[in-house]
T-cell receptor, first 112, second 116 residues
Framework: KAGVTQTPRYLIKTRGQQVTLSCSPI?????VSWYQQTPGQGLQFLFE???????NKGNFPGRFSGRQFSNSRSEMNVSTLELGDSALYLC???????????FGPGTRLTVT | AQTVTQSQPEMSVQEAETVTLSCTYD???????LFWYKQPPSRQMILVIR??????QNATENRFSVNFQKAAKSFSLKISDSQLGDAAMYFC?????????????FGKGTRLSVIA
């Protein structure tokens, strides 16, 4: 089985722009979670989707949003980018909500 | 809210030796999962080992084992016969099982270097 894939792997954006990141889970997995990783804050939970519904949301501003499609692929969107949004964004999938999570390679976002 | 603390930002070990990474957590819940994840320089996060809180027996996966002390809220990872490929960031993580589906809560990580 193919693992979790994330696109793009690297991205450079300017302050004020918006960005969309994509995550394709392992085939058959219906739960997708997103995490932000920075040197200062470490790994922080953004949100989780299961069967196209947001099940859980972390403590991030409304500029961060996401969605999940019927094929379980997920996207996250960050609007009005700030310098502090520069981070590695990790996606993880699991067969059902609450089961063992498998991580993708991440998308490295740099905001200038 | 649950918190996870890894008090060792960096550790090093000689190849073939044994090293122990520390992790403590704070929770008022009785049922939960604990994990150790490895993140090599390539950045792909890999699950190393998982422990269910209701199991008294310590989990083991080949050269990796844990020392789970529930009363002390301690969950350390022991790596035996260390190999160069073990060099990575190691994250301890907690997940509740009593509040429905909850996300992973991670510690800040320990960077492990393996010296040849």
């Amino acid at each position: 089985k193919a693992g979790v894939t994330q696109t793009p792997r690297y991205l450079i954006k300017t302050r004020g722009q918006q960005v969309t990141l994509s995550c394709s889970p392992i085939s058959g997995h219906r739960s997708v979670s997103w995490y932000q990783q920075t040197p200062g804050q470490g790994l922080q939970f953004l949100f989780e989707y299961f069967s196209e519904t947001q099940r859980n949301k972390g403590n991030f501003p409304g500029r961060f949003s996401g969605r999940q499609f019927s094929n379980s692929r997920s996207e996250m969107n960050v609007s009005t980018l700030e310098l502090g949004d520069s981070a590695l964004y990790l996606c993880a999938s699991s067969p059902t909500a609450g089961r063992k999570q498998y991580f993708g390679p991440g998308t490295r976002l740099t905001v200038t | 809210a649950q918190t996870v603390t890894q008090s060792q930002p960096e550790m090093s070990v000689q190849e073939a030796e044994t090293v122990t990474l520390s992790c403590t957590y704070d929770t008022s819940e009785s049922d939960y999962y604990l994990f150790w994840y490895k993140q090599p320089p390539s950045r792909q996060m890999i699950l190393v080992i998982r422990q269910e809180a209701y199991k008294q027996q310590n989990a083991t996966e080949n050269r990796f084992s844990v020392n789970f002390q529930k009363a002390a809220k301690s969950f350390s990872l022991k790596i035996s016969d260390s190999q160069l490929g073990d060099a990575a960031m190691y994250f301890c993580a907690y997940r509740s099982t009593t509040s429905g589906n909850t996300p992973l809560v991670f510690g800040k990580g320990t960077r492990l270097s393996v010296i040849a």
